[in-house]
T-cell receptor, first 118, second 110 residues
Framework: EAGVVQSPRYKIIEKKQPVAFWCNPI?????LYWYRQNLGQGPELLIR????????DSQLPKDRFSAERLKGVDSTLKIQPAELGDSAVYLC????????????????FGAGSRLTVL | AQRVTQPEKLLSVFKGAPVELKCNYS??????LFWYVQYSRQRLQLLLR??SRESIKGFTADLNKGETSFHLKKPFAQEEDSAMYYC????????????FGKGTKLSVIP
C-alpha cells in the first residue's frame, strides 16, 4: 500500500504566485486533513474533510487559501496569492472515521509538500 | 484552549543511557494523548498512545493527570532512536482535533 500520497514534494515560487498541492489518502479513509508545519513547530490543522464535506475549516485563512475534495477521495489545497509567510511544509493525513469514534485517533500522514516562497 | 508543551527543543543522550522526553498539556477535560515520531527523511508516524498502554520500540509513556504530563521514556537509548518526537492530544475519544507540541529532537550519541 502506498499510504498517503502527496505532490509535489517541493515547490519554490515567488510571492503573489499561486500554488496547489494534491493529496491522495489511504483507500477507504473517509476523513482527510490538511496540516501546516512551520519551521521548528508542530503541525497545525488547516482543514478537515468528512468524505467531500469540509467540517472544520476554522483555521484556514480563507482570503487566500482554498481546498476541495470533490469526490470524497483526492483533495487539493490552493494558495492564491502566496505570501512569504506561507513558506512551510503542508501535510496531508487521513483516518478512518469508525476508528476515531472507537477512540483510536490514529492519523496516517503523507510525506508533505515543502513550499518556499521567495 | 488546549495546549501541548514540550520544553526541550533538543535532547542529546549517549547510547545506552536512559531517555525521558517531557510533555505537559493544558486541558480541563479528559484528553487522549499520543506520541508521534519523525525519523530522518521519513514521514510523521504514530509511536504510541496512552489508551493502549503499550510499549513500542522500548518506549513507554504514562499519563499523569495530576501533573498533566505524558512523558516518553526509554531505559536504554539506541542510535536508531534519533528523531523528532511530537507529543499530541485530542479532546477525548472520538475527537478529531489533534493538537501537537513543537517537538523535541532526540540525538543519541554513539
Amino acid at each position: 500500500e502506498a499510504g498517503v500520497v502527496q505532490s509535489p514534494r517541493y515547490k519554490i515560487i515567488e510571492k503573489k504566485q499561486p500554488v496547489a498541492f494534491w493529496c491522495n489518502p489511504i483507500s477507504g479513509h473517509n476523513t482527510l486533513y490538511w496540516y501546516r508545519q512551520n519551521l521548528g513547530q508542530g503541525p497545525e490543522l488547516l482543514i478537515r474533510y468528512e468524505n467531500e464535506e469540509a467540517v472544520d475549516d476554522s483555521q484556514l485563512p480563507k482570503d487566500r487559501f482554498s481546498a476541495e475534495r470533490l469526490k470524497g477521495v483526492d483533495s487539493t489545497l490552493k494558495i492564491q496569492p502566496a505570501e512569504l509567510g506561507d513558506s512551510a511544509v503542508y501535510l496531508c493525513a487521513s483516518s478512518l472515521r469508525e476508528a476515531l469514534l472507537a477512540g483510536a485517533n490514529v492519523l496516517t500522514f503523507g510525506a508533505g509538500s515543502r513550499l518556499t516562497v521567495l | 484552549a488546549q495546549r501541548v508543551t514540550q520544553p526541550e527543543k533538543l535532547l542529546s543522550v549517549f547510547k545506552g543511557a536512559p531517555v525521558e522526553l517531557k510533555c505537559n498539556y493544558s486541558y480541563s477535560g479528559s484528553p487522549e494523548l499520543f506520541w508521534y515520531v519523525q525519523y530522518s527523511r521519513q514521514r510523521l508516524q504514530l509511536l504510541l498512545r496512552h489508551i493502549s498502554r503499550e510499549s513500542i520500540k522500548g518506549f513507554t509513556a504514562d499519563l499523569n493527570k495530576g501533573e498533566t504530563s505524558f512523558h516518553l521514556k526509554k531505559p536504554f537509548a539506541q542510535e536508531e532512536d534519533s528523531a523528532m518526537y511530537y507529543c499530541a492530544l485530542t479532546l477525548g475519544a472520538g475527537s478529531y482535533q489533534l493538537t501537537f507540541g513543537k517537538g523535541t529532537k532526540l540525538s543519541v550519541i554513539p
